[in-house]
Structures are given as structure tokens and as C-alpha cells.
């Protein structure tokens, strides 16, 4: 799609980081998190194709995540983000990893990133699908209504967070604006289901963390991600569950940052070597 079109925040200054969110969330599942990344970098929270502000491709275009890791590289372009630091959940953990792949970021955070369930998970994200393309031909009134009843709120909660039962987590709820015929959210669940991380070389530092209360994604599958991405540092974040941004933001911006520095370092360490090595051939 046009990298034009893709909706943003930015703030603070320093090397560029891009986060970005899970499928049917949007840039503002970052907000507890921004504040406190941006004493440090330029924080570009991302509304990934077809959510948020940002429209989707069309019914007969491609849309999956390696056109959308696709759309996010040729944003950063754009915007003359060369190797930015990249952070994702979920959905957005995935392309995040795709594009380390490439080559194109300068270190990958990511927080229960799919493609790497194991058969459970995946039934289970078959069967939301099967349920998702039902919940389409219910009026939207009526869906509505019912994800504001205790039991829907409920799953919601336990679904989601990592303590369904604390305070900040009483507020949470199942969108149903998504459950529409042809919606994103509808073109997207089975082809996440299905989607698979091959492994492949990341050159760059990697950040696998995954919350031990994650309900959506089991923390299982952070087996699989660790023997695909061998390079990975992996982090268990205790408490937390599939969105860690809203369980445990401190410790969220700490893996992040430990991760950008780690990048740093390294680039610090490469510029003393070339540095030292030009310094040879000029007294030779």
C-alpha cells in the first residue's frame, strides 16, 4: 500500500524506534510505554494496515504479514529511517521479525509474537476465526450488547491480561467493530493461524519476551521461537499476559531498551574497529 497513508505518532528524539501493534489493537495499545521510551529515542507508534487510522488494502490485494512487514519497510523509508529499533506484540512482533530478517532494523523487541504455536494455539486461533466469520451475520447492536455483558467482559480479561481480577484490568473488553464481513480483522485470523516463523539468520540483537499468564499465545510457543531465532535473548515476563504494555509497562520499556543498547554497543564497537583499521592503512 501507499506508506503515505499509514497513520502515526511520534515523539522525543534520539535514534528512531517503531512499535508496533497486535491484530485488532492499534497504536494506542503503546501508550503506558511511550512516555518513558521517548527519553531515549524517537518513538513512532505505528496503526498497522487495516486498523486504527490506517486504511486497508483491498479486497483483491495481498494482506498478510510479509505485505504488511512490506508496507512497514517502505514507511521507514519514506520517513529516512534507516535500520530503526523495532518493538512488536503479537501480530506486530511477527513483522517486527521478519524484517530483522531482512536486515533492516537495527535491533527486534518482541512480546508474543505468532508464528510459532504449537497444534493447541493453533486450533484455538482456527476456532476464533470460525467463530469471528459467525459473529458477522449478528447486527452490530446486538454485538455490541453482548461484549458489554460480565461474561463477555470476563473472557475478555482472562483472555488478555495476566491478572484478570486487578483493577487496571477491569476496563478491558472484546472489540466487535472488526467482526464485519470482509473487515481486516476477519481477512487476517486465518491466515495468522496458519502463518508459520521459518528460521533464518538475524544478524541483529533479538529480544524474544513472552508473558507466563499469556492466555491467546501459550508461552509454550516460546520453545519454538527460542529453537528458530537461536540468537534470541529470552525473557519470561512473570505476570504478565498477551499484552505486557498494559500488565507490566515498566519492565516492558526495560527489555526494549536493553535490547536498543545492545545495538548501540555493537554499532560502537564495529565504527572502533573500522576506525582502528583505517588508522593501520594510513601508517602502513
Known sequence: MDPTRI???????????????????????WTSVTDLLAEHHRVVSVDLPGFGATPAPAQDEPYDVLTMADDVQRFCELHGWDRPHLAGNSLGGSIALELGVRGVAASVTVFSPA??????????????????RLATHVPMPVKERLADTAPARAVARIALRGDPSSPS????RFSVRGLR?????????????????????????????????DRTLLPSSALQAHRRVPNARMVSLIGSGHIPMADDPVTVVEHIRWTCRAAE????????????????????
Open 169 to 172: 484490568a477491569k476496563a478491558t
Open 115 to 132: 508464528g510459532f504455536s504449537g497444534d493447541l494455539a493453533r486450533f484455538g486461533l482456527r476456532t476464533v476465526g470460525a467463530l469471528s
Open 7 to 29: 497513520a502515526f505518532e511520534e515523539q522525543g528524539s534520539g535514534s528512531p524506534l517503531v512499535l508496533l501493534h497486535g491484530l485488532g489493537d492499534r497504536r494506542q495499545s
Open 265 to 284: 554497543r555493537g554499532g560502537a564497537r564495529v565504527a572502533e574497529r573500522n576506525a582502528a583499521g583505517r588508522g593501520g592503512e594510513a601508517n602502513s
Open 181 to 213: 464481513k470482509g473487515s481486516p480483522y476477519i481477512r487476517l485470523v486465518p491466515l495468522i493461524a496458519e502463518y508459520e516463523f521459518t528460521a533464518r539468520p538475524i544478524e541483529c540483537p533479538v529480544t524474544i519476551a513472552w508473558g507466563d499468564r
